[in-house]
């Protein structure tokens, strides 16, 4: 099984940027789907952004679509997402995940997710 480290969470005010960053190792990486999710608090976990496999497919949430930016170098054997203009909204703990099929994200691979906090 992959194991998953997130980084790159911080405070930034509205309308800066993040990078955030999910490295993986134990496994190789380029066979997985992985995913990007937040949990705000108080609130469920929900999804943010995917990328498929091998790069060429990456699906994002309505509330982050054309701000957000998922892609993944298999080189480095990570993944990044890049948030842009970011709003207080955008305030989670973001986490990676990984997995090789299936409809259910939860029974992939998860970190242990990275702190974004967005300052209004």
């Known amino acids: 099984q992959v194991q998953l480290v997130e980084s790159g969470g911080g405070l930034v005010q509205t309308g800066g940027s993040l990078r955030l960053s999910c490295a993986a190792s134990?496994?190789?990486?380029?066979?997985?789907?992985v995913g990007w999710f937040r949990q705000a608090p108080g609130k469920e976990r929900k999804f943010a952004a995917s990328?498929?496999?091998?790069?060429?497919?990456?699906y994002y949430a309505d509330s982050v679509k054309g701000r957000f930016t998922i892609s993944r170098d298999k080189a480095e054997n990570a993944v990044y997402l890049q948030m842009n203009t970011l709003k207080p909204e955008d305030t989670a703990v973001y986490y990676c995940?990984?997995?090789?099929?299936?409809?259910?994200?939860?029974?992939?691979?998860w970190g242990q997710g990275t702190q974004v906090t967005v300052s209004s």
């Open positions: 995940v990984a997995r090789t099929g299936g409809p259910n994200w939860e029974l992939g691979s």
């Open positions: 134990g496994r190789t990486f380029s066979s997985y789907e």
């Open positions: 990328i498929s496999s091998n790069g060429g497919i990456t």
